[in-house]
């Protein structure tokens, strides 16, 4: 079926600074390396924008056509719209989009329809794969049966959620903090994350890009303690049946609550654990404003989401599909009445609340009653869940004692048949048959396990800096970590400039303070104002002003002028950046004294 192009007036966008930022590590990367690369993207940072200018100028440079695919008709429709909107022409090729064009150099389409007429597709030069942590049989095929014909073809992937339950972070390396631990990832596809924009950052922007959601605690909730989980990563269908089903007065007790909690609220998405249970929700619901949108009959469920986003009703119910590819900016609150099995899946139904709307004032609610706040984020922050592969039982354990600190770390070892000797001494490393530390390459002792720094602390939560496998300053000599970029001493580079990313700053104006590479404050007065917010929460209330003086010159350089006044400082948060610097400062202080 061929695609009609109706001529639209071009629209010019302006890409925000992290959107060009992105596009322009992604090409950076492009230029130099074959292998698989990421962007991050948070959900409301944009994706279909990024996806529009990649596939742009990725067919500006080579010459040659771009393929962008996405897992359903939903996405490939929203990142062609987008695209077209340019004034660029572009075709979709998509069974469930209703059409199959290859007329233009770039084309959306969906997985499946694409490996199935593989041999179609001619002459391409990128591949751009929108929500890349689902990467399917027809996704990997796709790609493998092009670079048989085009080795050079490079493949960009985008996700806001990139790590899957079972085998952690889906790719090997980040830009930023460099190789990933064997506890993070496992089998990554992607070889490296060239960019990332977290929502964290977007909320952090004044004004903001994203909303904030507020957690809204509630006395009734699920028993998911009889939950188990199956094998294949997901729960077992009697225990989910256990948990949700067969209490209808409870599930109507909930919805009770959810309606009275969510008054004032323009739309709110609730999903439920299986179809059985939806239908239950829905029994309990204002019929004229709620609708049932699941997979079961597809007609029915683009007319309640089209209802949905029209705000014709308030309540969307379903089990799983509203948790990606779908723009509601008028939804304002997520009602979870069932257990995910992952973060993953969590954070990507939160991220439907997250865009900005007008009146978006009011806040945005998740309203949780299956304890996934609970099992997933037992911090509080939903930004930034825990990702670990799961350990494998065959694996063993080594003690390794610090050489420095003499704390016993407990590192995971080698298979017997990796092992490069049957013996190691105390401290971790390999001994030969003269029981002499075996010796590398470079004539560095090779640990006998896979740990790379030493876990003790040394003060309070400061880390001992001692390294099984480091890599040695080529100005000062000083070990840094195998992954580091930059000496943590004299701040000079570390990367070959052959594989460096040319990183570039996003608020080029702002006179932003640094420690090293990391970013600790906007300006002097917002360094000032963390330090005595700090100094208040930290010290008695006569040695405040001299401790938030006496953090400003160690962390600027400088000391605190008359413009600034301890009386008169805003109260303000102070991040994670600025805490690290403050501990760091105490470790050095608390070293030099043991020196003394």
Request: overall charge neutral.
């Amino acid at each position: 079926m061929n695609e009609e192009n109706q001529e639209k007036p071009a629209v010019k966008y302006t890409l925000r600074p992290y959107q060009q930022a992105a596009v322009d590590h992604a090409l950076e990367y492009a230029k130099k390396s074959l292998k698989p690369q990421i962007i991050v993207a948070c959900t409301g940072a944009g994706k279909s924008l990024i996806i529009s200018e990649l596939a742009k100028e990725l067919m500006a440079l080579s010459g040659k056509r771009v393929l962008c695919l996405a897992p359903n008709a939903k996405l490939v429709i929203q990142n062609h719209e987008k695209y077209t909107s340019y004034g660029f022409e572009a075709s979709i090729f998509s069974a469930s989009a209703g059409q199959k064009c290859l007329k233009h150099a770039v084309t959306f389409g969906t997985p499946i329809t694409v490996y199935n007429s593989i041999d179609m597709l001619n002459d391409y030069s990128a591949i751009i794969i929108d929500e890349a942590d689902g990467l399917t049989k027809a996704v990997k095929g796709t790609i493998d049966a092009l670079r048989d014909r085009y080795p050079n073809i490079r493949v960009i992937g985008l996700t806001a959620t990139p790590y899957r339950m079972r085998t952690g972070f889906i790719y090997a390396n980040h830009y930023r903090d460099g190789c990933l631990d064997a506890d993070q990832t496992k089998d990554p596809y992607f070889h490296f994350c060239s960019y990332e924009v977290s929502a964290a950052e977007l909320l952090a922007h004044d004004p903001p890009f994203l909303v904030l959601p507020k957690h809204i605690v509630s006395q009734l909730d699920y028993d998911t303690s009889c939950l188990v989980m199956e094998k294949t990563g997901l729960w077992n269908a009697e225990s989910v049946d256990e948990a949700f089903m067969g209490d209808e007065r409870l599930t109507a007790d909930i919805v009770a609550d959810i309606i009275a909690k969510t008054t004032n609220q323009r739309g709110v998405l609730i999903f439920g654990s299986t179809i059985a249970h939806c239908k239950e929700i829905m029994r309990s619901l204002p019929p004229e404003l709620s609708a049932l949108a699941t997979g079961e009959n597809r007609p029915e469920r683009l007319k309640a989401e089209e209802y949905f986003s029209s705000q014709k009703i308030k309540y969307l119910v379903n089990v799983n599909t509203q948790s990606v590819g779908c723009d509601y900016p008028h939804a304002d609150t997520v009602v979870m009445m069932r257990r995910t099995e992952s973060p993953r899946l969590f954070t990507q139904m939160i991220g439907r609340i997250l865009r900005i709307y007008p009146g978006y004032e009011k806040g945005a609610f998740i309203l949780d009653y299956a304890d996934n706040m609970e099992n997933h984020f037992p911090n509080g922050d939903i930004f930034n869940p825990k990702i670990k592969v799961p350990k494998d039982p065959n694996s063993e354990k080594r003690q390794a004692i610090c050489p420095v600190c003499g704390f016993e770390n407990q590192f995971t070892a080698p298979t017997p048949d990796k092992d490069l000797s049957s013996q190691w001494d105390e401290n971790g490393f390999y001994l030969d048959t003269t029981e002499n530390r075996l010796l590398n390459t470079w004539g560095n002792p090779i640990p006998a396990h896979f740990g790379r720094r030493c876990q003790g602390l040394i003060f309070r939560d400061y880390r001992c800096e001692f390294q099984w496998v480091s890599k040695p300053c080529p100005e000062c000599e000083t070990s840094n970590d195998i992954a580091a970029r930059v000496c943590k001493s004299c701040e000079s580079e570390l990367v070959d400039p052959n594989d460096k990313l040319f990183l570039r700053e996003l608020y080029s104006a702002a006179p932003d303070i640094y420690s090293g590479k990391t970013k600790l404050a906007n300006d002097k007065t917002h360094l000032w104002n963390m330090c005595c917010s700090y100094a208040k929460a930290k010290s008695l209330p006569d040695k405040q002003a001299a401790r938030a003086r006496a953090l400003f010159r160690d962390i600027s350089g400088e000391k605190c002028g008359k413009e600034f006044s301890f009386s008169e400082a805003a109260n303000v948060s102070f991040n994670n950046n600025f805490l690290n610097k403050v501990r760091a400062l105490a470790a050095e202080y608390y070293v030099s004294l043991k020196a003394k």
